[in-house]
């Protein structure tokens, strides 16, 4: 059964000009992500494993080759259509949370549907519901300063998860976290998986090898190896 | 709706930056409120006065010569005449009354108290001219012209000071008059009380003391046969234009010089007026619009804040699907409601101050207008300032790419 590419990077090659100096941060890099798949993308910093990622996610544009998704090329999409795909077709878990403060979890996790159009009943009952998935039903209405860091990455899961993606992109979501909570989200990432959604996740954390069934070793803005464990 | 809520919140959760960047606009919306209405009220109570002297009057004074080309100014005091008042009076079909018009200071005396008065020596006619009504007794009349007859009508707060709370009808006030190096005293007999008018432009009957025109320029003004004014009235206010020709025609066929003679009507002060106060309100409320000026550049400089505070948050919204014109509009509602909820506030404040200058200044009947049109006004402005002064922070924010705001630390 030959699974198709949720998200494929072809050629892609990312370079930053920082003042004189410039840095190629992804060179001539190639990828297909197949669906269904977990992903772990290790590497030591700077090679390069940041930038996948945001390209990855459409929140940055290549210099240069192409990024599909579903098959559909975003290398001409509008600003509102690269909006669109983040919001209904990515979701994202960032090493520091990024949770608004001002909100409680309910609105928060609720926050993408916002951008999707979704009526605020709606919106407070899936919040809701999500929120109960990831363990933190009886925790809806408090605000990110009252949650310890493994609560609010399950809120920021929980916010990835509004709109039901078929994608979710981790930037070292254990990165602030210690091994219990780690273990917590680590549990919640495989659950996901399980239910079919395709995980992706950057990481130095080597505990994290055994976690995903594709690992991908970047170094130096190039793919190092690929292990397949299935 | 949703972006409303949201944008409250926000502004909610800043409190104190919230107000004091509402400050501004509120100083200038109520500024402007107060400026307008107390200028309006000082218009229509300047207007009120003038117009209490009745919207037909003419006053017809003397011009003056010279005062160029190296020549004196001199008053023509002794140009007007009887002789002019009986010629509009038969000349000019729209005159409904005219009288002629010497005015004075004296002493008066009754009994052990004094004051001083003007004395008003005129026509029966001036009684209807200036809308004069009587509290008791009868007015001067034709016949006591022809008898040069030794009787007065007298004001409010002149009977007041003589006669204290004692019927001043049928009492006799004796006046001092200076001729050469002696001093003569007319007795003149009460016949009419006026009832209290206060201020007409520049009559204000309740210190007049009022009798025959003959009677004063035969025995207590030297005039030389001459009239200071002489006072007309229209038969309506729609002929004032045609009275004013009128007049002009048969002044200007006896003097031949339109410099030696002024008309005056209650419209021409009135045009006068107006202008004046009509530029004093402009600049006023221009001075209050540069505090909305100032108002709406404090908001811009509060919501430059705001977005590269918010950089984060924007970059968070951004990577879970918020557009470009999302963002936008969540910053250009929130400086619009912010000068909203000011403009508000703004024309409350303005409101009660404005009452409260009212009260304040009761001594001088100012009747304050807050008008619906500089209301409208202040509001539209403090709103239009809002939305032109956020939309340089709000396209500022919506151009933040995802992930430089979500770097941003």
């Known amino acids: 059964m030959g699974k198709s590419a949720v998200l494929s990077l072809r050629k892609i090659w990312k370079i930053y000009e920082m003042g004189d100096v410039r840095v190629n941060a992804l060179r001539d890099f190639s990828l297909d992500i197949l669906e269904g798949d977990y992903m ?49 077709k990515l979701g994202f878990v960032f090493q520091s949370f990024n949770l608004l403060s001002k909100m409680t979890a309910q609105e928060n996790s609720a926050l993408p549907l916002i951008y999707s159009g979704v009526s605020r009943k709606k919106r407070m009952n899936r919040a809701k519901e999500l929120l109960e998935q990831v363990g933190l039903g009886d925790r809806i209405r408090h605000r990110p300063n009252e949650l310890s860091g493994g609560q609010q990455q399950r809120v920021a899961i929980a916010r990835a998860l509004a709109n039901d993606p078929p994608v979710v992109l981790a930037d070292e979501p254990t990165g602030n976290l210690d091994s ?21 996740v950057v990481t130095h954390d080597p505990d994290m090898i055994h976690q995903g069934n594709t690992v991908v070793h970047i170094l130096d803005g190039q793919i190092e190896k690929i292990e397949r464990k299935s | 709706m949703e972006l409303f809520m949201e944008s409250l919140r926000s502004l909610y959760a800043n409190k104190l930056r919230t107000f004091l960047s509402m400050l501004g606009i509120i100083i200038g919306v109520t500024a402007m409120i107060a400026v307008v209405s107390i200028g309006q009220g000082a218009t229509a109570s300047i207007t009120e006065r003038i117009s209490s002297l009745g919207s037909n009057v003419f006053m017809i004074s003397p011009g003056y010569s010279g005062g160029s080309s190296g020549r004196a100014y001199v008053n023509l005091s002794d140009v007007l005449t009887k002789k002019d008042v009986e010629n509009i009076k038969m000349l000019c079909p729209n005159i409904k009354g005219v009288s002629p018009l010497i005015q004075q200071r004296f002493s008066l005396k009754y009994g052990t108290n004094n004051t001083s008065s003007q004395i008003y020596a005129i026509y029966p006619d001036f009684f209807q001219i200036l809308n004069l009504d009587l509290e008791s007794g009868r007015k001067i009349n034709q016949e006591d012209i022809d008898d040069y007859a030794k009787v007065g009508v007298i004001g409010k707060d002149i009977a007041n000071d003589l006669f204290g709370t004692e019927n001043p009808l049928g009492k006799t006030v004796y006046m001092t008059v200076s001729v050469g190096n002696t001093n003569k005293t007319i007795p003149i007999q009460i016949v009419g009380a006026l009832v209290q008018t206060g201020s007409k432009l520049i009559y204000n009957p309740d210190k007049m003391l009022i009798i025959p025109f003959t009677t004063a320029e035969g025995r207590i003004v030297n005039t030389r046969g001459s009239v200071s004014t002489i006072l007309a009235s229209a038969i309506s206010p729609e002929v004032s234009e045609r009275v004013y020709l009128e007049i002009d025609q048969v002044l200007y066929m006896r003097l031949h010089d339109s410099t030696k003679y002024s008309i005056t009507s209650q419209d021409s002060i009135l045009g006068a007026v107006s202008e004046v106060t009509g530029i004093m309100n402009l600049f006023l409320g221009s001075i209050a619009a540069i505090s909305l000026l100032v108002g709406g550049i404090g908001i811009m400089n509060i919501m430059l804040v705001s977005v590269s505070e918010r950089t984060r948050e924007i970059g968070i919204k951004k990577a879970l699907g918020a557009t470009r014109k999302r963002i936008l509009m969540e910053f250009l509602i929130e400086s619009v409601m912010i000068t909203f909820i000011a403009g508000l506030l703004g024309i409350l404040l303005g409101t009660a101050l404005s009452k409260m200058v009212e009260i304040a200044a009761s001594a001088y009947a100012l009747k304050t207008q807050v008008t619906w049109d500089s209301v409208i006004i202040a509001f539209g402005t403090a709103s239009l300032i809002g939305l032109f002064f956020g939309i340089y922070p709000a396209s500022k924010a919506s151009k933040l790419s995802p992930l430089e705001a979500l770097r941003y630390e």
């Open chain 1, 40 to 88: 772990v993308v290790m590497g030591p910093s700077g090679s390069g494993k940041s930038t996948f990622l945001q390209i990855t996610g459409c929140l940055d544009k290549p210099t240069q080759g192409e990024v599909l998704i579903d098959g559909v090329n975003t290398s001409n999409m509008t600003d509102n259509q690269l909006a669109a795909i983040r919001n209904k």
């Open chain 1, 180 to 200: 219990k909570s780690s273990e917590e989200i680590l549990n919640i990432l495989k659950t996901l998986h399980e239910s079919g959604k395709t995980i992706i």
